[in-house]
């Protein structure tokens, strides 16, 4: 395709703060690192991407935040004014976007999401092609901008409703009994999806927080946070329900409490959607990032699959998955990615489904299966603030004096390390200036010395232990 470049038209450019510029997304503070002008290039930048590979209808939706109408705008003027075709699915939750780029006729998406962040916070989620761009794509697009390397044109506008199409596809094939459940969406953009579902699933349903507030009125929506589930154990408690389920505030992460209030972890949640899936495909690859606990890797061993431990983050997992054909993967943040029944992508209005279908399953209650889980003691995710700089460096001299030492190391994504107490975890952080680190282990005082082992190579590297922050 012979574009007609902005550049050499009129000499247009846009640099890019390059903190926005992620592994996974973009993402910065609305205002500050990442404003309208930066939508409208993206806009510019990704038109021309896209045309490169012979795409010309991109879907667009957004979250609930207060500027991401703002920066919707400005993103789909800079798309249409290089020439794509802009079709605009509306607010609600990122796997409704995910779900519209094989719903509808088009090549790719973009969804305008802050995603968990607080609410100052706001980015862009890609995908063209049946790939998420990331990564190295992404710092691609800053270089890009920055040379004016713009395609021309006069793309037009549409608006679909595929709201009802996407609840439609989240009940496909359900069967399950009835549970009585309860529900947050943490007034995020999951909220009115969520009200159009629990219309459809037999039993009882108590959604709290429904109505999309950018805001965050009530807790910060980010399920992983034990905390943010605080309203959900007492909706829990008070109706004596059986189990709770919270979404983020794009609705790409999952979080759950048993009847007694007992959160269930990614990890534990991945544990028991994968009994189903494995009766169904035996013998299959199943992934996890690297900060899971090694009880999900030794179950899903023990129920005939093939455990895979893969790195954090959710481009990084979907890569994975179409290399392997793994039907179901997850990680502790509460991504859940299914490939089984559905199209690999990660939504937690989705796996909140095939939670309860699994429950139904199992012929037990959510609270029996927790009942029976392996035990053992684990830290929550430590974080250490580093120099942005320091950060791969502290990790690779941690590996090497564990390799001197003649440590058991797996370097799959920082330094995972197996001792007779258990293991340990130390990584970069992709999208932050932080190391994160984790440790299990079947004690207490097990734990106390796997984290002493975390401080001893933190030490060495000059980081102090008190700057740690869960």
Known sequence: MNLIRAARAGGMSHQFNRTILREYDIRGIVGDTLTEADAYALGRTYAALARDEGAKRIAVGRD?????????????????EGGIHAVLTGMGPSPMLYFATYYLDVDGGIQVTGSHNPADYNGFKLLLKGRSVF???????????????????????????????????????????????GWDAGNGAAGPILDMLVEHLPGQHHAIFTKVDGTFPNHHPDPTVEKNLDHLKALVADKGLDFGIAFDG?????????????????????????????????????????????????????????????????SLIKSKMKETGAPLAGEMSGHIFFKHRWYGFDDALYAAVRLIEAVSQS?????EIMDAMPKSVATPELRFQVDEVRKFAIVDEVRHRLASDGAKVDATDG????????????????????????????????????????????????????????
């Open 363 to 367: 012929g037990r209650t959510l609270t």
């Open 250 to 314: 794009d609705g790409d992460r999952i979080g759950a409490v048993d009847g007694k209030g007992r959160v269930i972890w990614g990890d534990q949640l991945l544990m028991i959607l994968a009994v189903p899936v494995l009766q169904e495909l035996p013998g299959s690859t199943l992934i996890a990032d690297v900060k899971a606990s090694q009880k999900f890797f030794d179950r899903v061993a023990e129920l005939g699959g093939s455990p895979l431990m893969w790195k954090t983050g959710h």
């Open 415 to 470: 330094v995972r390390v197996n001792t007779r107490d258990g293991w340990w975890l130390l990584r970069a952080s992709n999208t932050q200036d932080v190391l994160v680190a984790r440790a299990e282990a079947a004690d207490q005082a097990g734990l106390d010395r796997l984290v002493a082992q975390i401080d001893d190579q933190l030490a060495k590297s000059g980081v102090e232990r008190v700057e740690a922050v869960h």
């Open 64 to 80: 609930g935040r207060t500027h991401s109408g703002m920066l919707e705008a400005a993103l789909v003027r800079g798309l249409t």
């Open 135 to 181: 990564g190295q794509e992404i710092q691609a697009i800053g270089r890009r901008a920055a040379a004016g390397d713009w395609s021309e044109g006069s793309g037009r506008t549409e608006e679909v409703d595929i709201r009802e199409a996407y609840v439609a596809r989240l009940i496909e094939g359900f069967s399950a009994e009835a549970y009585r459940v």
